[in-house]
């Protein structure tokens, strides 16, 4: 599957529709995670072709100048990536889909693209003002596509069926809105507090395919907020209790649980073959690896967290977060909500953490309340739905201020050269970056 941004895309589909001639554009591509055994691929970059590279540009035909094809291919060499080929059928009812001038026109261009580039995937795409479609450079396989971005716009699954529970959803969201909801695979990375609540409610919306992500057992300290877990659970690994919840609400359910933290690279990478991810842990150790995955491999995540203080018994603020992560929005490093330090300082092993002297003491159980927990689950499962099925709520960050009783969207733009989100750092990078593990920073 092909992933593009989808604020990247939005403007070339508009251009389509009212331009007079076609336009071509230029990109690199790299690989992503595997699903099912087929990779992913992920375009860092797609941007137009400058005019003075066309040698012939109508309102039915491009071709460009050999010194750009050129240009592009040592691009992409320097950057370890395969180009992707983009070029627009103009008007409001195009040729939806590649012409035969476009099967015979590509063939020379793939021979002298995989001669430069060997063992590199090389894509090209046609852009119309409805679709986009896409393939392996040469008349080669089709590659279905995915927008990521404010939303997730997943290919269509032609010929599949809602099942007649889910009718008052339908109501809210359509049949495709359902649809999406069910084709997709979705991590939660912790299931504790707000973990177990997001995977009971994705569970009730029809969600079927899990991966779930949690290196601890369950403590009867955990059971006044552990939604499905009861006093027989206790010393069970939290994954495997979600588990057996979901299942309950939905026997179809499908549950990869790991029993494992996702600050090591061999459980981060599993979650590059999901879809979307939850962010519910409490480790900013975790959050760093999640924030990064996000934006470099076109996985959103959205990231939340309720916190309250209380000093001597007595509740000083009550307050809660959820934001979701993905290209063309502010990250949590744009957002001030790493602590690099708290970091550096998790991804230890124990041993290198008694040896540091900058660390003093332990850390403190924080107060948790299953309401709480439930009213930031809930906000966060529903910038879920109106991302991926349309719902009209377009907040893609919100606070909660439970002594004032208050939710409020907040608008971050993402920061110019971010060394997570930006063009400059580790957006699209694919497996040409590592992620921020233990052991695995690049």
Not at 107 to 136: C, D, S, W
Not at 158 to 182: C, I, M, T, W, Y
Request: proline share 5%; glycine share 10%.
């Amino acid at each position: 599957m092909l992933k593009l941004k989808l604020d990247q895309i939005a403007p070339l589909q508009q251009a389509a529709a009212i331009a007079t001639t076609e336009m071509c554009f230029a990109g690199l591509v790299l690989p992503g995670g595997i699903r099912n055994g087929e990779r992913d691929y992920v375009v860092a970059n797609l941007v137009p072709v400058p005019d003075d590279a066309y040698l012939v540009r109508t309102a039915i035909a491009v071709t460009l100048k050999p010194e750009f094809c050129s240009h592009l291919a040592n691009q992409a060499k320097q950057n370890g990536a395969g180009v992707i080929l983009a070029h627009t059928h103009i008007g409001n009812q195009p040729l939806d889909g590649f012409s035969v001038v476009d099967d015979v026109g590509e063939l020379p261009m793939a021979a002298y693209f995989n001669r430069r580039l060997p063992g590199r995937t090389n894509l090209t795409a046609v852009i119309t003002a409805q679709k986009v479609h896409a393939r392996e450079m040469g008349s080669g396989a089709a590659q279905p596509v995915a927008f990521v971005g404010l939303d997730l716009v997943m290919p269509a699954q032609p010929g599949s069926r809602v099942d007649g529970k889910f009718d008052r959803q339908v109501r809210a969201f359509g049949k495709d809105g359902q649809l999406a909801l069910s084709a997709l695979t979705v991590a939660i990375v912790g299931l504790g507090g707000t973990g177990s609540v997001v995977a009971q409610q994705l569970a009730h919306l029809g969600v079927t395919r899990f991966v779930l992500i949690d290196p601890d057992k369950v403590e009867s300290t955990n059971l006044n907020r552990l939604v499905g877990a009861t006093t027989c659970d206790i010393d069970r690994p939290k994954v495997d209790v979600a588990a057996d919840h979901i299942k309950r609400i939905n026997a179809t359910g499908q549950c990869q649980v790991v029993h494992g933290d996702v600050t090591q690279p061999d459980v981060a990478a599993m979650l590059t073959a999901v879809d979307f991810s939850f962010g519910c842990t409490d480790s900013m150790a975790s959050r760093a690896v999640m924030n990064q995955l996000a934006y470099q491999y076109y996985i959103p995540c959205i990231d939340m967290g309720v916190a309250i203080g209380a000093e001597a018994g007595k509740v000083m603020y009550i307050g809660g977060r959820v934001q979701m992560l993905s290209p063309g929005l502010a990250c949590l490093v744009c957002t001030d909500k790493l602590d690099s330090e708290q970091v550096r300082r998790e991804m230890m092993t124990p041993e290198e953490r008694s040896k540091d002297r900058y660390i003093v003491g332990e850390q403190v159980p924080q107060p948790a309340v299953v309401s709480l927990n439930s009213q930031v689950s809930s906000a966060a499962v529903t910038m879920f739905l109106s991302a991926v099925t349309g719902m009209p709520a377009r907040a893609r960050m919100l606070t909660f201020d439970a002594m004032r009783g208050t939710v409020r969207p907040v608008a971050a733009d993402p920061r110019p050269h971010c060394i997570v989100c930006s063009q400059e750092g580790a957006l699209g990078q694919g497996v040409r970056w590592s992620l921020p593990t233990r052991g695995g920073a690049r």
